[in-house]
């Protein structure tokens, strides 16, 4: 599993294009939701209000792992690649660990200036998310 330590260097110095392609990469990667999930999903339950794309996303801390699952229309490529991603990075990983995914992880990426405004808004929104439900999980306030 790659760590974002080797995957921001990588996007930083890749050009427009190539961050695009590679994002593109990552969204067909994106594992389906869990079946366990789907009803939750079916009641509107984890939408993420602060995207655009209509995002479900669920974070949980097992025996001290983080676990995070979503749902992305694939009509959006961009939003699904960045979370594929973030799951690839983060799955298993302590909640300490997701504690310290850098807030201006787009920034180190090169995504800002990527993708628009709004998106990357979304896109920023979901990662605060995750963190917090990665630290909430963990029991800690």
Same mark, same amino acid.
């Given at each position: 599993?790659?760590?974002?330590?080797?995957?921001?260097?990588?996007?930083?110095?890749?050009?427009?294009?190539?961050?695009?392609?590679?994002?593109?990469?990552?969204?067909?990667?994106?594992?389906?939701?869990?079946?366990?999930?789907?009803?939750?999903?079916?009641?509107?339950?984890?939408?993420?209000?602060?995207?655009?794309?209509?995002?479900?996303?669920?974070?949980?801390?097992?025996?001290?792992?983080?676990?995070?699952? #979503?749902? =992305? &229309?694939?009509?959006?490529?961009?939003?699904? %690649?960045?979370?594929?991603? @973030?799951?690839? +990075?983060?799955?298993?990983?302590?909640?300490?660990?997701? #504690?310290? =995914? &850098?807030?201006?992880?787009?920034?180190?990426? %090169?995504?800002?200036?990527? @993708?628009?405004? +709004?998106?990357?808004?979304?896109?920023?929104?979901?990662? #605060?998310?995750?963190?917090?439900?990665?630290?909430?999980?963990? %029991?800690?306030?």
């Amino acid at each position: 599993m790659p760590s974002l330590d080797t995957i921001i260097p990588r996007f930083r110095n890749a050009d427009r294009t190539t961050r695009l392609e590679t994002l593109l990469d990552y969204a067909r990667r994106l594992p389906p939701l869990p079946e366990r999930l789907a009803a939750e999903k079916a009641l509107g339950h984890n939408l993420v209000h602060e995207c655009q794309t209509p995002v479900f996303l669920w974070t949980e801390v097992a025996d001290g792992q983080v676990h995070i699952f #979503a749902d =992305v &229309p694939p009509e959006s490529p961009t939003v699904r %690649g960045f979370i594929s991603l @973030l799951i690839r +990075t983060l799955e298993g990983r302590s909640p300490d660990e997701v #504690a310290r =995914v &850098p807030d201006d992880l787009l920034d180190q990426l %090169g995504l800002t200036e990527t @993708l628009g405004m +709004t998106r990357t808004q979304g896109l920023s929104a979901i990662l #605060a998310r995750i963190k917090r439900a990665a630290t909430f999980g963990a %029991g800690r306030p």
